[in-house]
């Protein structure tokens, strides 16, 4: 036995978003734990989404699944991002094949003042099904997540999926003090959520923006930005990495960084050198193989995957991902042979 | 009477795509003829949209309905980007609240050969429509437009409208050859359609790649550019402008103009001015204010709209737009205000 220091005990994924030596780059995938899995749509059959959220024994086995069949580096935790609003209290609930649908849309300052809390006591679910996960993966690091204030807000406000948050731009530009509450609150739930997830075992939190390529980047900062900052900040004594992630941010990497970020995560839009160079070689990135290449033949998925590996190396760390979440016609066969792919072309 | 030169009898829209001098900034917008409107709604009240855009009268009162409501200073050609398709000789239709379906995915080799051409022949309806619609304008310009090749081919490949585009993309990196004798089918569908409707008395032509900012800078320029090319080159000796827009289309607004644009379309993403800088101040813009802010109260959307004048004098030339079509709620009283603060704010 060879002597090692203490960082080369430190997991894979860790070490590549502190930006330290790593032997191979780590592997995960956004919404890995999930529909793409025959295991997956065995075990909720006729179990309602939000349910399934809130059973532990199901998050467990769920958030494992991908890790035991493709042998990735991480797991991200089974949840939904509205989650942390039904368990504060929100009336809603995820419908299938349409998303989130919530009873009463948030469009007032009545509304937002009326937007209740969430306490940790709240999600003993939560903590209970970390903590069994993390028992589980057998030192393979969970990673926890959240939902940023924005894409939260926008499901309240719409009262659903949009595809144009029109309400939503609406009440960020038309009464900017009450949409500043809503964000407000919506960081201090989502806050929470984090920190629920990390005291019981999450070695990694990833807060996904997932709607913010909609706004300009001058929006972003104004409307945006402090509130995904507060989430970020309100981490940060415990210690973990955290990973920022949206979809269509081209335009928002910097200010996303910006926000108080370890990680940058990147969609497939932005070649990983390129958004290495728009932040200043600041971050270890995620990111970003196209998620619709899974279904394209191996050779130019292959050619892809090794060409974000290449240009992943000029960033301080890379954690190779999709560059959106898997999809749910994906073959997992597929997403097996990429996780082979990613660890036998990136090993020193 | 003061003696005017030539190029003041050209439209204020043909000027200012051209890079000539204005006396204030034309104001068109996308999706202005259709679903905003009452008038509209009440005149295609049991008439599937297929059969509406083969009626010439209807085609004509749908066009010139918004010219009448708010004083724009353009029509744009009321029609579909799957019209041609259809006229064509493929199977498709399009179904309220879901958009085009086409029957049979083309998805190999056999379906793309098997794809029909489209002759002039093919479309007196649209001829007609465009002279009557002319006619009835007295003057204010006409737009035609046509899909580009990778929006149109997304619909053929995916069967419908898609999020991810992912059967689309495996055609693409999957069998390029396929890919291209696919695309360079449906240049020439789109260009036989631009030029039936120039050639008819349309003064300009829109080429809209609604979808295009699905793919990154390089799949654009190596897949998609070359076809785009080929229908802005094919229209290029009949003398008219050539707008070419997209949605989420920061990353590629470059390689969008050299495909062979006169104007580049900007989505609301990136301020004018920073396009322009992009661009490298080669193009005259056309855009780009949010849709979604046209849910706003006046207040700010005024503000937003006078930044978008005051960004757009950084380049060549400017054509007020939206940054996307106009959404089907929007109050059409509000688009009326919008006309009319850009000819107040921006007459010189």
């Known amino acids: 036995m060879t002597s090692q220091g203490p960082d080369t005990e430190l997991p894979l994924l860790i070490r590549a978003a502190r930006g330290l030596e790593v032997e191979r780059t780590p592997v995960w995938f956004m ?13 909720r059959e006729g179990i309602p989404m939000l349910q399934a959220c809130r059973t532990p024994d199901l998050v467990t086995e ?40 919530v009873a009463s849309p948030i469009r007032d300052r009545a509304a937002v003042e009326a937007l209740p809390s969430l306490t940790a006591d709240q999600v003993p679910d939560i903590a209970q099904a970390v ?38 731009k609406a009440l960020m530009h038309g009464d900017p003090q009450t949409w500043d509450l809503l964000c407000s609150k919506l960081a201090a739930i989502a806050t929470t959520y984090l920190r629920v997830q990390i005291e019981a075992g999450a070695r990694a939190v990833q807060l996904f923006d997932s709607w913010v390529g909609a706004l300009s980047r001058e929006d972003y900062v104004r409307y945006v930005q402090p509130h995904s900052a507060a989430v970020l900040a309100g981490v940060a004594d415990l210690g973990v990495p955290r990973i920022h992630f949206g979809v269509g941010t081209g335009e928002l990497l910097t200010v996303m960084g910006e926000a108080g970020a370890d990680v940058v995560g990147v969609d497939f839009r932005v070649p990983l050198d390129e958004a290495n160079a728009r932040l200043s070689g600041r971050y270890p990135l995620q990111g970003n193989l196209d998620p619709a290449l899974l279904f394209a033949p191996w050779e130019p998925l292959e050619r892809s995957i090794d060409a974000i590996l290449d240009a992943g190396r000029a960033a301080p760390g890379h954690i190779f991902n999709l560059g959106h979440g898997v999809l749910p016609d994906t073959d997992p066969d597929v997403i097996t042979r990429v996780v082979q792919r990613v660890h036998s072309r990136s090993a020193r």
């Open 31 to 43: 919404r890995q734990a999930g529909r793409s899995l025959p295991e997956y749509r065995a075990l």
């Open 62 to 101: 769920i958030t494992v699944q991908p890790v035991r069949r493709h042998g990735v580096d991480a797991a991200i935790f089974f949840s939904d991002i509205v989650v942390p609003l039904a368990a504060a209290g929100v009336d809603l609930d995820i419908v299938p094949g349409v998303g989130p649908v």
């Open 131 to 168: 903590r069994q996960t993390v028992a589980e993966l057998d030192g393979v690091p969970l990673i926890g997540f959240a939902g940023a204030p924005f894409t939260l807000a926008s499901y309240l406000v719409e009262g659903g999926p949009s595809r144009n948050h029109e309400h939503t």
